[in-house]
Each structure stands twice: as C-alpha cells, then as structure tokens.
C-alpha cells in the first residue's frame, strides 16, 4: 500500500508515519507537509505544501496512492473560532474533493475525536466542527470514508507541536488510564488502528475510541 498522510508534524500524523515505516505492507509514505519532518526513511518523501485549500498539481500524487490519512488539525485552544473551522473544516473537504475528483476509489481517513456532533448544535467549538465535517464527508460519496474518533491521546514519543493545553494533560493520563480506560488511547495504539482500518474494505464507517484500541492492538 502506498499512502499520504497530512499533519506528519503532529502527534497523530508524526506517529501514523512512523508505524507506517515500521510496517512492510506499506511499501510509500509521502508527506504533505508545511515545514520538513525530522523523521527520515528510505519509505518516507516530504512534500512542502502551503496552501491547504488548494491542491493543482498534485494530481498525479493522489492518483498514485491508496490512502489519504488527514492526520492536519489544530487544538481549538490555539486559534479563534474562524481560524478553527477553516483548518479543521475548509482544509479537510478541499483535499476530499481533490480525492474524489483524482482518485475516488482512494481510502480517506479523517481523523475527528471522542464527542464529535453530528448535530452542529454543541457549544463546543471542537465538537460542532468536527461534526460539520464528518456530515460533509459523509454526503460526498468517497468510496472509502473512515471516521476516526479517538478519545484523549496518550503521547508515546515527545512532540514538541503538542499544543500546551494537550501537553498539561500529559501528567493526567497515567490515573486517567485507570480511572477511565476507554477514554484514553495511546498515540501508538492509534496509529496502528489507523493503518489497520485503511486495509477495510469499501464504505462509510465511524470508529470510536473502544474499537480503536481493539483493532490497533492495545493491550
């Protein structure tokens, strides 16, 4: 499987790319990213992109991989509700609409989160957002759609792009953990649900945290 993967500098997309080197069923990573990745491979390109709402010229790119995992996102903590919704909402159906027009058979993995509303009525910017776009996604007709809804990511490797919110969490997760279990997904466990799923076959599925943790294998 050859696949691309958006936010390679995040905590989930850095971590996607690096169970994806260590899986031989993947034979291509490529990157789309703003800035260069400190992870190097054989396996991995880095391909510099700016305008996320914009993608001539990377047709060929689509047409040429299996699956799009858009790992791009924003904490809501970091940004204005403007700002927000142009990243987590804009960004994601212009690259969806690029796959559907380039390559529609392609898998396309949003990566959502735990309490995403399918109302867009929340108070929360997070879940009316997220919510926005999995019913935007899911009436375009993608071939493969999976929804990801990972509930509070437990960091395996350091990541110096955590948003600060995220990083005060750290200390939080080990009692969380036990308290909470099904709230809580290690970024590893994650990424390797992640990669399991794009092998799924064709259709629309939501996956939450509980499931996540079954199919990436967590113990």
Known sequence: ?????????????????????????????????????????????????????????????????????????????????????????????????????????????????????NSEKSSAIFARIKGKAENKLKSMGLHKLFIIRPGGIKPIHKNPNTAFVNKMMIPLYPLMEILWPSMVIASDVLAKAMIEIAFSEPGVQTFENLELKKVGGAK
């Open 1 to 117: 499987m050859r696949i691309i993967v958006t936010g390679g500098t995040g905590l989930v997309g850095e971590e996607v790319v690096r169970q994806a080197i260590s899986d031989d069923r993947i034979t291509s990573i490529t990157a789309i990213v703003r800035k260069p990745m400190k992870l190097q491979h054989a396996k991995l390109q880095t391909f510099i992109h700016k305008d996320f709402m914009d993608y001539t010229g990377l047709e060929d790119l689509i047409a040429s991989n299996d699956a799009f995992f858009w790992c791009l996102g924003i904490s809501q903590s970091q940004v204005n509700k403007v700002e927000y919704e142009n990243i987590t909402y804009d960004y994601t159906i212009a690259a969806a609409e690029k796959v559907l027009s380039t390559n529609p058979n392609m898998g396309f993995l949003f990566l959502s989160g735990a309490g995403a509303d």
